[in-house]
């Protein structure tokens, strides 16, 4: 015997699905973040993909981290960033994700 499907309108429609609420809330307060020190020393460029979840209110909660280059050198200073920005309020929470970039400033990058 084969298995058939539900018809489509047995499905629950996920909410997302609805068009208006796919777009991201738009990034209205960015922060840089902190450079760690043994980078900074060692002159370590990298980035770190977070994870997050765009609150109805524009604050971010449930930072994660999704993956970081090299690893172990900026985790931490990518998560406390993310708590920092800032997105328009739409009443309704979103799930985003963000690459925080890390890059010398042009005199850390010099030799002196």
Known sequence: ATVQAPPPSALPTPPASR???ARTPRLLQDAQPRY???ALR?????????????????SVRNARLLSSTPPGM??????????RWRFEATGRAHD????????LPPEAARDG
């Open 19 to 21: 068009g208006v609420e």
């Open 36 to 38: 760690p020190l043994p």
């Open 42 to 58: 060692a002159r370590i460029e990298g980035e770190a993909q977070v994870a997050f979840t765009i609150q109805p209110d524009g």
């Open 74 to 83: 900026f985790e931490a200073s990518a998560l406390a960033v993310a708590q």
């Open 96 to 103: 985003s994700r963000r690459t925080v970039h890390f890059r």
